[in-house]
């Protein structure tokens, strides 16, 4: 028998509609720029590139019905996403037989502290702060797949006390369910467990204390949440917003006028070891007539800082 110095590392698991087995869970990644309505709202072109993913947490995983605002952030987003859970899985899996290895959907609720993101993007650094915390994507039970079938068609769809702020076609996206397994396993060897987040549409905004966001996806029961007061960490120092304007519930964009952009990147490259001074030139261009830095900075500039 295995002993822990510790204490047993605890086992996630979600309820299974239908059963009284449970899901366990080996891995969480999340799929960017799925939907094409969405990187366009978030300044990129909808074309189709190469598939990315991030990873996060059990931890992340919340049953309650609730969502409480994180500290050290004034701008949190709701993005309604579809889940979809991995009875088994390899390498190099094709399209055609991604979706043997599928066990079943879930109507999930990704909550992102959009302001943390922006800033790490800004500065070319990872941005899990804003995603990876606790609690911080509501699920429902898992639906075992034969009672769905592939997803292929459907909608999906966010309201906020009653209104729509997001809708989207899952037959629109620019990978599809079984590409997108395809492309992943392509990168990282996925197994029993895997949970895959497939992307959110456009119409991502800010949620405030007291908002009920409702998602739907297709056929899996709707997902409700309530936003509730959180316990807040003192603010890092320099960190954007105001966790007070957090703390009492208040709406806060993270829309940064065209200047405010262009001083991060001069103070970047002002930063920056060993830049030539041409380059210098051509990145401050780009963030005169171009705020998203992260995607058209050179690299080396944004990495060095």
Not at 21 to 49: N, V, W
Request: with cysteine.
């Amino acid at each position: 028998m295995v002993e822990f110095p510790f204490g047993k590392p605890p086992l996630t698991t979600l309820p299974i509609v239908g059963s009284t087995a449970r899901f366990p869970i080996r891995r969480i990644r999340c799929a960017g720029r799925i939907h094409a309505t969405h990187p366009t709202e978030m300044g990129h072109g909808p074309d189709r590139e190469e598939c990315f993913s991030f990873q996060v947490n059990h931890g992340n995983l919340n049953l309650s019905g609730e969502f409480a605002y994180p500290g050290r952030s004034s701008d949190v987003h709701h993005e309604a996403e579809l889940a979809v859970m991995l009875k088994s899985g390899g390498a190099g899996i094709s399209a055609e037989d991604a979706m043997d290895h599928v066990f079943g959907f879930a109507t999930a609720l990704n909550m992102v502290r959009r302001d943390l993101q922006a800033g790490r993007k800004w500065l070319g650094r990872p941005w899990e702060i804003a995603r990876a915390f606790e609690n911080s994507m509501p699920v429902e039970p898992v639906h075992p797949a034969p009672s769905l079938g592939c997803m292929a068609e459907g909608r999906i769809s966010l309201s906020v006390n009653g209104g729509v702020r997001q809708q989207g076609k899952l037959n629109r996206l620019i990978w599809k369910i079984p590409e997108l397994i395809g492309c992943l396993s392509g990168h990282f060897e996925l197994a029993a467990g895997d949970i895959i987040l497939t992307g959110t549409p456009a119409g991502v905004s800010s949620a405030a204390k007291g908002d009920l966001p409702v998602v739907g996806v297709g056929q899996p029961a709707p997902l409700a949440v309530r936003v509730v007061q959180g316990r807040h960490p003192s603010p890092v120092s320099g960190a954007a917003g105001s966790v007070g304007r957090a703390q009492q519930g208040q709406k806060v964009s993270t829309v940064m006028p065209a200047w405010s952009s262009r001083l991060r990147t001069e103070a970047a490259i002002a930063t920056a070891p060993s830049v030539s001074p041409w380059t210098q030139i051509v990145a401050g261009l780009i963030g005169i007539f171009r705020p998203d830095f992260e995607m058209m900075a050179p690299r080396s500039i944004i990495r060095s800082t």
